[in-house]
C-alpha cells in the first residue's frame, strides 16, 4: 500500500468526478442523432458539427443545459441550411428534457471517501458551469458539509487555480487537484502549481480530453474515486 501523504489541501472537481453528468448529455446526443436523421451524413460527421458548434459555444457562452440546447439548435439549423421550427425547436426541448431537474447520482464510494478524507485533510470544491445549474446540483449532493468551501467559476484555467490558492491561502506545492478532466482539473492545476490526481471517467465530454505527461512525477492516476484513501 502506497505511504499515505500528510495533511493536505485536496481540491475537487464535481461533475463527472464526485457524480455523473455527461452521461446525461451523451443520451441526449444519441437521441438527437437518431431523431435528425440526416440524408447524407453519418452519426460521426454530424458528431464533429455538433462538436465544433459546442466548443465555440464554450468560448463564448459557457456551460451547462441551455448553452447545451443552444447548440443543437444551431446544429439542427446548419445541417439543414435554414433556421429551425418552432416545431423542432420544442422537439429538441423534449429530447433534452430529462437535463432539467435530473437527481444527482453520486459515484460509487464518493461519500465515504469524503468522510474519511476530512478527517485528515482540507478539502474544496471547484466546479466550472452555469451558477444556478451548478448551486442546484451542490445543493442536492449531500456532500457540502465535507468542504471548507465551494466554488462555482465560468473557466478552470491556471488563473483560476492560482486565485483559488490565494483566497485560502495554501501552498499549491502542497495541494491536490482531483479530477476527471485533463483539460480543466489536471493540466491548468499543474499549470499553477498543484499537484493532481486523474480519475478517469469513459464518459468525460470530448472537448475536456487532452493529452497528459505520463512521466510528470506531479500527477497521480487512480482507476476509482475510493483509491484515494490510499494515497491520502
Known amino acids: 500500500m502506497p505511504q499515505r501523504r500528510e ?20 443520451r441526449v446526443i444519441d437521441d438527437f442523432l437518431t431523431w435528425l436523421d440526416h440524408p447524407t451524413l453519418d452519426r460521426v460527421e454530424i458528431r464533429a458539427v455538433l462538436d465544433d458548434i459546442e466548443r465555440a459555444n464554450a468560448v463564448a457562452h459557457g456551460y451547462g443545459s441551455k448553452v447545451f ?8 439549423e446548419k445541417l439543414r441550411a435554414r433556421p429551425a421550427t418552432d416545431r423542432e425547436r420544442a422537439e429538441i426541448d423534449d429530447l433534452a428534457a430529462a437535463l432539467v431537474g ?8 464518493v461519500a465515504e471517501t469524503l468522510d474519511d478524507l476530512a478527517t485528515r485533510h482540507e478539502l ?10 451548478q448551486q442546484r446540483k451542490l445543493d442536492a449532493c449531500g456532500l457540502l458539509h465535507h468542504f471548507r468551501a465551494a ?3 465560468p473557466e478552470k484555467n491556471a488563473d483560476t487555480y492560482r486565485w483559488l490558492a490565494r483566497e485560502h491561502a495554501f501552498d499549491p506545492a502542497t495541494a491536490w487537484m482531483v ?3 485533463p483539460r480543466s ?7 499553477a502549481g498543484l499537484n493532481a490526481v486523474f ?3 469513459e464518459n468525460t465530454w470530448v472537448l475536456e480530453h487532452d493529452e497528459l505527461d505520463p512521466s510528470d512525477p506531479g500527477v497521480i492516476r487512480l482507476a476509482a474515486f475510493p483509491d484515494l484513501v490510499r494515497h491520502f
Open 7 to 26: 495533511a493536505a489541501v485536496l481540491v475537487f472537481d464535481a461533475d463527472d468526478t464526485l457524480w455523473e453528468n455527461n452521461v446525461l448529455f451523451e
Open 69 to 76: 440546447l443552444r447548440s443543437l439548435g444551431e446544429c439542427l
Open 102 to 109: 435530473h437527481q444527482v447520482e453520486l459515484m460509487p464510494g
Open 124 to 133: 474544496l470544491l471547484l466546479t466550472k458551469g452555469e451558477r444556478e445549474e
Open 151 to 153: 466554488h462555482i467559476v
Open 179 to 181: 479530477g476527471n478532466s
Open 185 to 191: 482539473d489536471i493540466l491548468p492545476a499543474r499549470a
Open 199 to 201: 480519475i478517469p471517467n
